[in-house]
């Protein structure tokens, strides 16, 4: 199943956030996997798009880093799995 991953960083967590993916690289736990990841140019806000079927695995990637970025994980369709559903009713 496909994610999509919101994430915006308040002026407060600037640093900090930047320090933790320096470090990290924000890269996402065992059974997530990133597909890609966009920032805005002033890096507030970004999106990626994650894959997983193992929902602790994604809570674990979440929690790693709610601390310092409001974080919005909602699951996602692509154009062949909505066009399936549109045309299901």
Same mark, same amino acid.
């Given at each position: ?21 320096? $470090? ?5 736990? $065992? ?59």
């Amino acid at each position: 199943m496909q994610f999509i991953v919101q994430f915006e960083v308040g002026p407060e967590n600037r640093k900090a956030v930047i320090q933790r993916f320096l $470090e990290t690289g924000g890269a996402p736990p $065992e059974g997530v996997t990133m597909l890609g990841r966009w920032f805005t140019a002033d890096g507030a806000y970004g999106f990626a798009i994650a894959e997983s079927d193992d929902s602790q695995a994604l809570a674990t990637w979440s929690l790693a880093w709610n601390d310092l970025l409001r974080l919005d994980v909602r699951p996602a369709l692509d154009d062949e799995g909505m066009g399936q559903v549109l045309t299901s009713g």
